[in-house]
């Protein structure tokens, strides 16, 4: 790591080319937040750095010439509830910068306090407010995200404790952190009645959504819940007696939890008996509300308020055991909040028992597939469950190709298209012809069939670009955008648009993913009328157009030595038998990246990569609103002979 000089109000990173990762790019406008995954044991060893773990509100904190902006993990705009943070930010030693980090109160022995936290917010005291600063995702002028964690820490230490004559605002403090003391960090920590530790692997990439190289480890169970109902009080109290409350199950569904009746303050009593009172309706929000004496007396509210609750453990029922409130979450969307499962930290080379995932058997589910971030094959099938219903039709009556690799991704990996006796169902087979022969290729159309490639130790899914019905006749066309790996983002989103806008002078709408790679798959779809060879020479000669028209930019050539410094414009996947990532499917390298559909406008940052990856993915398509895909059906169109005429009309001008 190269010394980082500060001046008297910006900090430039000198030798940013020595700095791993370290990338020149704008400003961004948000970055969305890596969050940690919650284990039941310290990991060990000096890879891992430990910091504590703060009770109060995951803010970033956006300085744009100076001005600080403070946004939550939604993306909600709370600067004005951060006055005196506000000031202390922009009095920073930085242009530009995107911080990461927590809003907490602090009590007397320095213990974070959460509802000391919400009263000094609603009483607009912000100077007992502190903002504990973890990480540095940007500084003036470029993009730290893909440097190591240890790194960004450093010039991040230097941002808050510049060694000049004015010292850092005290309300904005570096957090911590200590390398292989873990254990006693944590035992520390519980004795002293904090939340815990987070764990990260220093020598990581900052990745936005939840993945194993952020753990967790609590001191007590708690969490948040959605809050479904209350009753009135008892005796001398006010406000109401118990919140009724829940998680949201996989399908969306919201499960009764329990009741919470201690941690209210009288304050804190009256106010949410107001809040409460304006949500009421006539009927409970649960699937499973409780019945009988328990439901007797029980106002039912709308499901749009997030609780935090304290509690010893889960029943056998399902039910929260000694339950206490510690305040309103306005931070965290009611849609999110599910039943948080506590992994295995460790790993063993074999289970000791199998797991079923959608009715299959996997065997050895915690076989490691990808050692970079230890996920597990119990944690791909998880990952496939979850997306199958968006993954399915991208797949369903395709002839596929996979790669296997059952002993994980940096071990023997091999490719497998026909289905052999071993195979049975729920995969399918699909009857195709290979010269005088007739062969039996793998397909699935069901979540089972799915999860039982994931038990095969298939980490891609290659899908044809024609359907059962109609194998001779393809249903798309696929150009694949392949960069050199020097190229920077700017010029492979061009590309893209560039080959959209030349689809759409031809009536045909165009849609876009990422591969998980290095470039990007722009697809269309298409009526199956013409046969192969009709379909690729339609689309070679759109490819040599764009050659044509940029030759110092493009290539259709196939041969590495002419790809230097251009983007390969690959049309040969559409040829029979050629196949292309299928949307959803993971790819077998480093930290699980997923080939992911995208929004056009999407392509403002750059999505290459493992910026998708089986981690956020699934909390990418729960917080969607449309599918990016939205309209593929309804775009299809046929290639005629008119059309063909037509564009080479147009080449010849």
Not at 502 to 510: E, I, P, R
Not at 550 to 564: C, D, F, G, N, V
Not at 568 to 587: E, G, Q
């Amino acid at each position: 790591m190269e010394s980082v000089k500060l001046e008297p109000k910006t900090a430039k990173i000198q030798t940013y080319r020595n700095i791993a990762g370290a990338r020149k790019s704008k400003l961004p406008a948000f970055v969305r937040p890596q969050l940690a995954t919650l284990v039941d044991s310290v990991p060990q060893g000096d890879e891992w750095l430990h910091e504590i773990k703060f009770d109060g509100y995951r803010i970033l904190c956006r300085i744009d010439e100076g001005r600080a902006k403070f946004l939550t993990r939604e993306e909600q705009d709370w600067t004005r509830r951060f006055g005196s943070l506000v000031e202390a930010a922009q009095d920073l030693p930085a242009k530009e910068a995107f911080l990461d980090g927590e809003v907490v109160a602090l009590e007397e022995n320095g213990v974070t306090n959460f509802q000391l936290l919400q009263n000094s917010l609603k009483e607009n005291n912000t100077a007992i407010l502190v903002y504990f600063v973890f990480d540095l995702l940007y500084l003036d002028g470029w993009d730290l995200t893909r440097s190591p964690l240890r790194d960004r820490k450093k010039i991040l230490e230097r941002i808050l404790k510049p060694k000049r004559a004015k010292k850092a605002p005290n309300s904005l403090r570096y957090s911590e952190h200590w390398i292989g003391q873990g254990d006693e960090l944590y035992q520390e920590s519980c004795r002293k009645g904090l939340e815990g530790i987070i764990s990260k692997k220093a020598d990581q990439p900052y990745r936005s959504g939840r993945s194993r190289d952020w753990l967790k480890v609590k001191c007590s169970k708690s969490q948040e819940f959605v809050i479904g109902g209350f009753t009135e009080p008892a005796g001398s109290r006010s406000g109401l007696g118990a919140l009724l409350v829940g998680v949201h199950d996989e399908q969306g569904k919201l499960l009764y939890a329990g009741k919470v009746g201690t941690g209210f303050t009288q304050q804190s009593l009256k106010e949410l008996r107001s809040r409460l009172d304006s949500l009421e309706r006539d009927s409970p929000p649960f699937i499973n509300p409780p019945k009988g004496a328990e439901a007797r007396g029980v106002h039912w509210v709308e499901p749009k308020l997030v609780g935090a609750v304290a509690f010893a453990e889960w029943t056998t029922d399902n039910l929260l055991r000694h339950p206490s409130f510690q305040g309103l979450r306005e931070d965290k969307p009611v849609t999110e909040i599910t039943r948080e499962k506590v992994n295995h930290h460790k790993n063993p080379s074999s289970a000791q028992g199998n797991v079923e995932i959608a009715g299959i058997k996997l065997t050895h589910p915690d076989r490691v597939l990808f050692p970079d971030q230890g996920i597990t094959k119990l944690e791909l099938a998880h990952y496939y469950e979850q997306v199958a219903d968006w993954m399915i039709p991208h797949v369903k009556e395709r002839p596929l190709s996979l790669v296997r690799c059952p002993e994980g991704h940096k071990k023997q990996c091999f490719y497998q298209r026909h289905v052999t006796d071993s195979i049975g169902d729920p995969i399918r087979s699909i009857r195709v012809k290979e010269g005088r022969s007739t062969v039996s290729y793998v397909s699935v159309d069901s979540t089972p069939g799915v999860i039982a490639l994931v038990q095969m130790g298939v980490l891609e899914i290659h899908t044809w670009g024609s359907r059962q019905d109609h194998l001779e006749q393809p249903d798309r066309l696929t150009f694949d955008l392949d960069p050199d790996p020097a190229l920077p983002w700017k010029q492979i989103r061009e590309a893209a648009e560039t080959l959209r806008g030349q689809l759409s002078g031809l009536g045909f709408a165009a849609f876009v993913k990422t591969t998980g790679g290095k470039g990007l798959h722009v697809v269309v779809p298409i009526t199956p009328k013409q046969d192969w060879d009709r379909v690729k020479a339609f689309t070679k000669k759109i490819a040599e157009d764009l050659v044509r028209e940029a030759p110092q930019l493009y290539t259709a050539t196939m041969s590495k030595s002419k790809r230097q410094g251009k983007i390969f414009i690959d049309y040969l996947r559409n040829a029979r038998t050629a196949t292309a990532v299928s949307a959803y499917s993971t790819r077998a390298r480093a930290n699980a990246p997923v080939s992911v559909p995208v929004h056009w406008d999407e392509l403002a940052m750059d999505v290459r990569g493992e910026h998708f990856n089986i981690h956020n993915v699934p909390e990418r398509l729960a917080r969607l609103r449309t599918d990016p895909w939205e309209g593929y059906e309804k775009a299809r169109r046929p290639i005629n002979d008119a059309l063909i005429k037509l564009h080479r009309s147009e080449r010849n001008k």
